[in-house]
Nanobody, 119 residues
């Protein structure tokens, strides 16, 4: 079955770029109909969708984060990466990677990685 593992720094300073990697096992990230997504949950708040990179490499981002977001992939490592630039304390959240598939929703999820933005 598909498994995902997020990795990256737990702390980032304001104005820096946050970079997180999701390592996928159990399926190739080029498998048809997979949209490899990043979602975050700030403390005490609901889930916020950030964006995805599709099985063909097409990206789509949340309008509210688009200017600061970039998602890329490394097919040789079966990984995809989130970069969020010019971070602010409000970007503090638990970040998850998860695939979206037609008719199946977001499943499964990685365990998530906590990122704190502070000076």
């Amino acid at each position: 079955q598909v498994q995902l593992q997020e990795s990256g720094p737990g702390h980032v300073k304001p104005s820096q770029t946050l970079s997180l990697t999701c390592t996928v096992s159990g399926a190739s990230i080029t498998t048809n109909d997979y949209y490899w997504s990043w979602i975050r949950q700030p403390p005490g708040k609901g889930l916020e969708w950030i964006g995805y990179i599709s099985y063909t490499g097409v990206t789509y981002y949340s309008p509210s984060l688009r200017s600061r977001t970039s998602i890329s992939r490394d097919t040789s490592k079966n990984q995809f990466t989130l970069q969020l630039s010019s971070v602010i304390p409000e970007d503090t959240a638990k970040y998850y990677c998860t695939p979206l598939r037609t008719g199946r929703g977001y499943d499964p999820w990685g365990q998530g990685t906590q990122v704190t933005v502070s000076s």
